[in-house]
């Protein structure tokens, strides 16, 4: 209680410097007045402060300055003025750099995107939610894919995209005469909850006198949108968890929105852009309790956005787990202060965030369907011995445990799977830097990994403090790693590792904000700003490359 | 703090003089390929460690990368051999985790063209399918394994370094960028590197302010 109500409000700092800056400047100007204290001196001020009364005069006639007042207010009272400016630009940096992406990749040449497609067609064309997962498409968006060398270009790097103006006579003629047909099968995307997806349908019909390529355009752009929120999510996530230092918060936000794979996922219509926004959201709402303890406001916005990201993506559920031991832990502190009332606040948290899954549930449940619909058959498909997938799990992301049956032989996942792919595996998994980058990227990687050790050890006593708020966020990552490898699981050994894609940790992308930040720490006082310069550096390189390498391989 | 200044701008120049560097330089070019227009056959799969061999190939001077078109999710360690009278003259091998519709693996290249080549690929399987694409042929000419005659020759691209240089291709890049999208136009690549330079630029001011 005593911490609680001590702590800082963590904006306080920097509006604290800026507010004693403008202080002095005044001081200073002061002392400059008297000492000048010339005649002509003060008979331009005088002129300057009327000529300022008079534009204000003007203005507030106008009536821009109530409108500006009332927006200063409303910001205010949202609680985005206390949020500093350099968090705004990681989130612009992250929106930006998105819709590069979205540029550059050429239409539907990421993972999934024609089912995303057809899933916000569906939606929009018919109002109802998809009923077929067969991969046939509705036959405007098979004719754009034919006309786009869609086919031949997916999973295939020797071909590029459409490259001759003849193409692109032909492609128009295709976009001009094929005509606009309702609804679609969605392939994979059909057991997706629907929230993204209404969403998309409103540049969907904002474009929808368009081809769908138009269409697809103004989609990718709105996905662009949640890369700005997770990056502005991010930063605030380590302002909240890791406020001891404010230059490194910029670390973190700055190398989030970056990330060239949340880029190209936030560049496309898919659902993951929406959930790594949720789940940076979340993660920032569960710093913010654990420093300031949890009221009935912060209680209420962890159920609602969790109740978002089991409306935005079924992986929400893997992250589940983690934000109902964060809301319990919150409520047990808060019974500590203030009695057994604040079990409320477990009570409302939980009532918000499980209400869509209950009221899903009940919905199939009256109409004699399985209770979590799709969702619910691929869990009656689970196949072999648990310790069999806890094994395949566990060797999914780590070195095979002694005396353990070996899932992957002459495969290392860590590096392999998980630390390439984030290195380079773009397009439809299709476009790889070549073999020696990777390597080369190992040695940042294991500096960086050093230098956050070093910061872990160093307040090692802080963190026994707060050893349950890190237990909530490590349940979160479990759940999630868990739940992916359980649905690789599904399909081993036909498939080694089908959902063993890096986006799918992308949810956790406020967790490497963290570790970057205290990377940057771990180089200590004096160095630690340069190394947080050399940090963003490399995200800036590694987002540069992966753009030329990406021109390269569809273009060239 | 000077520190900050001059790690950003030497970072920043690095990165550029790495660009510099990689448009000298000029991309792979298909040397020889036997890849046809005509429709991909499927003409071997596997879940078990596997050796196809093809003969009469021709193996194009200086071909530093050959290019199979093999699927598998979760691709395993390829090893790929080119023997020229029952002696090796070439060799190479990728590392499994590749994923992908081809697979290319690097080989030491050789000055001069040899013809009439068997190149063997070799598969350390450990369940997952993987599935061989190519062309139906006879018996004759097809692909084998263990003298076993595959339903067709695997479909086999020779690479290596090209004429010109990623610096000299940006016109074609540039035009091809601008194709195949909602408003064509060779704008859509003055747009991406204007947002590219704002995104640095952003981003570099942001770390001058807070970190210096």
Not at chain 1, 476 to 495: D, E, I, R, Y
Request: with cysteine; proline share 5%; hydrophobic share 50%.
């Amino acid at each position: 209680m005593s911490r609680r109500g001590g702590a800082r409000a963590p904006g306080s700092t920097p509006t604290k410097r800026s507010t004693d800056k403008r202080e002095d400047a005044t001081s200073v100007n002061g002392d400059r007045r008297t000492q000048v204290g010339t005649r002509a001196f003060t008979r331009r001020a005088r002129a300057t402060q009327r000529r300022r009364a008079a534009r204000r005069t003007r203005t507030s006639e106008r009536g821009v300055a109530p409108i500006a007042a009332r927006l200063r207010a409303l910001s205010r009272r949202a609680g985005l003025g206390r949020i500093p400016r350099a968090a705004w630009i990681c989130a612009l940096v992250a929106c930006l750099n998105a819709v590069c992406w979205s540029i550059l990749t050429p239409p539907f040449q990421v993972p999934d995107e024609p089912d995303h497609y057809a899933y916000v067609k569906q939606l929009a064309d018919t109002g109802s939610l998809p009923v077929s997962g067969r991969e046939q498409p509705a036959e405007e968006i098979l004719a754009t894919l034919i006309g786009i060398r869609y086919f031949e270009v997916r999973q295939q790097p020797q071909h590029h995209a459409i490259a001759t103006s003849n193409e692109q006579a032909e492609l128009e003629r295709t976009l001009a005469s094929t005509p606009h047909d309702t609804g679609s099968a969605v392939g994979v995307a059909r057991s997706q909850p629907p929230l993204y997806y209404a969403l998309e349908t409103i540049p969907y019909r904002l474009a929808g006198s368009g081809t769908v390529l138009d269409r697809l355009a103004l989609m990718r752009l709105m996905s662009a949108l949640f890369a700005g929120l997770t990056a502005l999510f991010a930063f605030l996530f380590v302002r909240e968890a890791l406020p001891g230092a404010p230059w490194a918060w910029t670390v973190g936000g700055l190398s989030v929105a970056l990330a060239p794979l949340l880029g190209l996922m936030s560049g496309a219509v898919n659902p993951d852009s929406m959930l790594f926004a949720v789940s940076a959201g979340l993660f920032y709402l569960l710093a913010r309790a654990f420093r300031r303890g949890l009221d009935a406001r912060l209680a209420i916005a962890v159920g609602a956005l969790s109740a978002i990201g089991f409306l935005t993506k079924v992986n929400f559920v893997g992250l589940a787990p983690g934000v109902l031991l964060g809301l319990i832990v919150l409520s047990n502190r808060a019974a500590r202060a203030s009695g057994r009332s604040a079990y409320r606040l477990l009570a409302l948290g939980t009532g918000v965030a499980f209400s869509p899954v209950l009221l899903y549930a009940a919905v199939n449940a009256l109409s004699n369907h399985a209770p979590f619909g799709i969702v619910s058959g691929a869990l009656g498909t689970t196949r072999g011995s648990l310790l069999a997938q806890i094994n395949y799990i566990w060797q999914l992301y780590l070195p095979r445990l002694p005396g353990t049956v070996n899932d992957f032989p002459g495969l290392f996942t860590t590096t392999q799977l998980w630390f390439d792919g984030y290195v380079g595996l773009y397009g439809y998994l299709d476009t790889t830097f070549p073999g020696w980058v990777y390597t080369l990227a190992l040695v940042p990687a294991g500096a960086i990994a050093l230098l956050c050790g070093r910061s872990l050890v160093q307040c090692r006593a802080a963190l026994r403090e707060r050893a349950a708020e890190l237990a909530v966020y490590a349940v979160m990552v479990v759940g999630l790693l868990a739940l992916v490898g359980a649905a690789s699981f599904k399909v081993f050994p036909k498939t080694d590792a089908e959902f063993a894609q890096t986006r799918y940790l992308l949810p956790l992308l406020a967790l490497l904000a963290a570790a970057l930040v205290l990377a940057a720490r771990g180089a200590g006082r004096r160095w630690g700003p340069v190394v947080g310069t050399l940090i963003v550096v490399v995200f800036v390189a590694h987002d540069v490359f992966s753009q030329l390498l990406v021109a390269g391989r569809f273009y060239s | 703090m000077r520190e900050v200044r001059i790690a950003l701008v030497a970072g920043l120049a690095l990165v550029g003089l790495a660009i510099g560097v990689e448009l000298a330089h000029s991309p792979m070019t298909v040397a020889r390929t036997n890849v046809t227009s005509s429709e991909e056959d499927r003409i071997a799969r596997t879940v078990h460690g596997a050796t196809y061999c093809q003969a009469g190939e021709l193996l194009p001077r200086e071909t530093t990368a050959i290019r199979l078109s093999l699927f598998a999710f979760t691709g395993p360690r390829i090893r790929v051999v080119v023997s020229s009278g029952g002696r090796p003259i070439a060799s190479g091998q990728r590392a499994s985790g590749w994923t992908s519709r081809v697979v290319t693996v690097a080989v030491r290249p050789l000055p001069q063209t040899v013809s009439d080549v068997t190149v063997c690929a070799s598969f350390a399987m450990h369940d997952e399918a993987l599935t061989v694409f190519g062309q139906p042929a006879p018996r004759a000419s097809a692909a084998y394994e263990d003298h076993r005659a595959l339903r067709g020759r695997m479909w086999i691209e020779y690479l290596r370094t090209g004429s010109r240089t990623w610096a000299s291709l940006i016109p074609s890049i540039a035009s091809a960028m601008g194709l195949g999208r909602a408003a064509p136009g060779t704008w859509n690549v003055l747009l991406v590197l204007v947002l590219l330079v704002t995104v640095v630029v952003l981003a570099s001011r942001l770390v001058l302010k807070e970190l210096s």
